[in-house]
C-alpha cells in the first residue's frame, strides 16, 4: 500500500481509537461518562468518515478531506477544552445533562425517582482520572491528544495539497 492511499486508513484508525478507547474506559475500569464526554465522541466518528471517504477519493479531493478531518478533530478538542474548564471551575457547564440532580426541601423519594435519569449520569464538573497520581483527567488527556492529533492531520492534509 503505498503512502497515498496508506495516510487516510491511518488518520481513520487513530480518529476511531480515541472513541472506541473511551468506551473501553466504561467497561474497564468503569469510569461513567458525563455529557460532555459523550460529545467529544462524535467528531472522531465524523473525522474516521471523512477519513475514509479521502481514502476513497479522487487525490485533488483528498486533500480537502483529510482538512475536513483535522476540523472536526479540532472539534472534539474545542469540547474537551470547554470540558476541562468545567472541571477546573472555570465556567459553569452549558448541558442541563451535566448538572447534578438537587434535593430541594420538600422534595419526596417518589419524585426523586421519577426524575431519575434512565441511565447513570455523572455530573461533568467531577474529573474523571485514568492512572492514579496523574493530573491529568480523561478530559484532558483527550484534549492533548486531540490537538496533537488535529495539528499533524491538518499538516498532511497541506503536504497532500502540493502533490
Not at 500500500?1 to 472513541?19: C, D, G, Q, Y
Not at 462524535?42 to 475514509?52: E, I, K, M, S
Given at each position: 500500500?503505498?503512502?497515498?492511499?496508506?495516510?487516510?486508513?491511518?488518520?481513520?484508525?487513530?480518529?476511531?481509537?480515541?472513541?472506541l478507547a473511551a468506551m473501553g474506559f466504561e467497561y474497564w475500569p468503569g469510569l461513567a461518562p458525563c455529557a460532555l464526554c459523550l460529545w467529544q465522541r462524535?467528531?472522531?466518528?465524523?473525522?474516521?468518515?471523512?477519513?475514509?471517504l479521502a481514502l476513497a477519493a479522487p487525490p485533488r479531493w483528498?486533500?480537502?478531506l483529510l482538512g475536513g478531518v483535522g476540523l472536526a478533530i479540532?472539534?472534539?478538542?474545542?469540547?474537551?477544552?470547554?470540558?476541562?474548564?468545567?472541571?477546573?471551575?472555570?465556567?459553569p457547564s452549558p448541558l442541563p445533562a451535566c448538572l447534578a440532580p438537587g434535593v430541594?426541601?420538600?422534595?419526596s423519594v417518589d419524585d426523586l425517582l421519577l426524575?431519575?435519569?434512565?441511565?447513570?449520569?455523572?455530573?461533568?464538573?467531577?474529573?474523571?482520572?485514568?492512572?492514579?497520581?496523574l493530573p491529568l483527567?480523561?478530559?484532558?488527556?483527550?484534549?492533548?491528544?486531540?490537538?496533537?492529533?488535529?495539528?499533524?492531520?491538518?499538516r498532511q492534509a497541506l503536504?497532500?495539497?502540493r502533490f
Open positions: 500500500m503505498n503512502r497515498v492511499m496508506a495516510l487516510p486508513l491511518i488518520i481513520a484508525i487513530l480518529a476511531a481509537a480515541a472513541p462524535w467528531p472522531y466518528w465524523v473525522a474516521a468518515g471523512l477519513a475514509l483528498r486533500a480537502w479540532a472539534v472534539s478538542a474545542a469540547i474537551a477544552a470547554l470540558h476541562v474548564g468545567v472541571e477546573q471551575g472555570w465556567w430541594g426541601a420538600g422534595t426524575n431519575m435519569a434512565p441511565l447513570p449520569t455523572k455530573p461533568c464538573d467531577e474529573p474523571a482520572y485514568l492512572f492514579p497520581g483527567s480523561v478530559a484532558a488527556m483527550n484534549l492533548i491528544y486531540a490537538a496533537l492529533l488535529t495539528i499533524w492531520t491538518l503536504r497532500e495539497r
